[in-house]
């Protein structure tokens, strides 16, 4: 992430037409990362990133943010698919998608270099009846285990 992760998000929320949200702590109002959706309004699907800081891994605040991010395109975008791309070595995101009803759509083997060999990219899937969300229906509104989704924020 660039030094100053917020001026970052700032600047490219204002420049692009997809959806980029903040990632944020209720308990101190830290800024933690990003995530982004680019929808495909003529097939009905959205595509999701998310990156955290190092300090704000390994806390659930990725799941809680994909989470919240899921609910939002299935409840007010629409979309009638949620799709990612995760690297195969990074087994924490994998664990975490899969937790959440994603499932592998693709393997692309060898497609990425990384710290000296070469590793596969995965690309995953996820249907609004695949999604596992233990907060109940998509259309009781947008929360997360720690707060609400506000525009142009996800607070986690």
């Known amino acids: ?3 100053d992760p917020e001026a970052w998000w700032r600047e490219s929320s204002s420049n692009r037409p997809d959806y ?7 308990d ?3 800024f933690c990362g990003i995530c982004n959706v680019h929808v495909d309004w003529r097939i009905g699907t959205s595509t999701i990133g998310i990156v955290l800081g190092t300090a704000h891994q390994n806390q659930g605040l990725g799941k809680d943010g994909l989470r919240t991010l899921i609910r939002f395109i299935f409840a007010h975008i629409g979309s009638r698919k949620v ?3 995760v690297f195969a070595f990074n087994s924490r995101a994998i664990h975490v998608c899969q937790g959440l009803g994603f499932q592998l759509e693709a393997r692309y083997r060898q497609e990425i270099f990384r ?4 590793h596969d990219v995965l ?4 249907f609004a009846q695949e999604f596992i969300d233990p ?5 009781d509104g947008i929360m997360t285990s720690t707060g609400t989704l506000t525009d142009p924020i996800v607070t986690t």
């Open 123 to 126: 690309d995953m899937g996820l």
């Open 1 to 3: 992430m660039p030094n």
């Open 83 to 85: 799709k990612l791309r």
């Open 20 to 26: 980029t949200f903040a990632i944020r702590r209720l």
């Open 115 to 118: 710290w000296g060999q070469w």
């Open 135 to 139: 907060q109940g229906s998509i259309d």
């Open 28 to 30: 101190t109002d830290g």
